[in-house]
């Protein structure tokens, strides 16, 4: 089956430094995908739909500047957390649907486990 | 507004006897709906679908779902919970196009007691 590929799992950082994240949709091609943030024992919010070759669309509230995300190719996108904060620590985790075949589901990663410290 | 609500928070249910979970959306056009199982630290896993046809839906893990419309519902069933099946448990919906992302309910965390 169809399967997205989140690295790192998790990750510690030192506060004021920067962590990419990578999403990769494995055997399809996506040309939009989803990041979303998870606090604990909270549902999953969304932040930003990633779009093959152009610009993030950011849902309100998320800051552009910290959360930079690119999307190079039908099959990888990229969130950057700049200039991290403990504040950033959080479960991040991204989605993909597949963009030719019809009737399909999201296909999540395994997540991201960001320490900021 | 487009919005799911799962009611229960929290649900304890003895191991061996049987689950309903609910999940009520709110979606202007045709709803297409997931349920997704979350455990610990992981990402999300696909339960089962609905797209079309029958109403009721077969996934995995024993798990089943029936979409009423005129209800707006589609709760998740298992007539028997293992030890296994504690985790959190998602409700969504979403359009059938691949550019728009899923509107997800705020879960229903499942504990089973021995």
């Known amino acids: 089956g169809a399967v997205v590929s989140q690295h790192p799992s998790w990750v510690i950082c030192k506060s004021g430094t920067s962590v990419k994240i990578e999403c990769r949709s494995l055997?399809?091609?996506?040309?939009?995908m989803f990041w979303y943030r998870q606090f604990p024992k909270q549902s999953l919010m969304l932040m930003a739909t990633s779009n093959e070759g152009s610009k993030a669309t950011y849902e309100q509230g998320v800051e552009k500047d910290k959360f930079l995300i690119n999307h190079a190719s039908l099959t990888l996108s990229t969130l950057t957390v700049t200039s991290a904060h403990p504040e950033d620590s959080s479960f991040y985790i991204c989605?993909?649907?597949?963009?030719?075949?019809?009737?399909?589901?999201?296909?999540f990663g395994q997540g991201t486990r960001l320490t900021v410290v | 507004a487009q919005s799911v609500t799962q009611p229960d928070i929290h649900i304890t249910v003895s191991e061996g006897a049987s689950l309903e979970l609910r999940c009520n959306y709110s979606y202007g056009a045709t709803p297409y709906l997931f349920w997704y199982v979350q455990s610990p630290g992981q990402g999300l896993q696909l339960l089962l679908k609905y797209f079309s046809g029958d109403t009721l839906v077969q996934g995995i893990k024993g798990f089943e779902a029936e979409f009423k419309r005129s209800q707006s519902s589609f709760n998740l069933r298992k007539p028997s919970v293992h030890w296994s099946d504690a985790a959190e448990y998602f409700c969504a919906v979403g359009p059938n196009q691949a550019g728009t992302a899923l509107i997800f309910g705020k879960g229903t965390t499942l504990s089973v007691s021995s």
């Open positions: 989605s993909a649907r597949d963009s030719v075949t019809v009737n399909t589901e999201a296909f």
């Open positions: 055997d399809f091609q996506a040309t939009t």
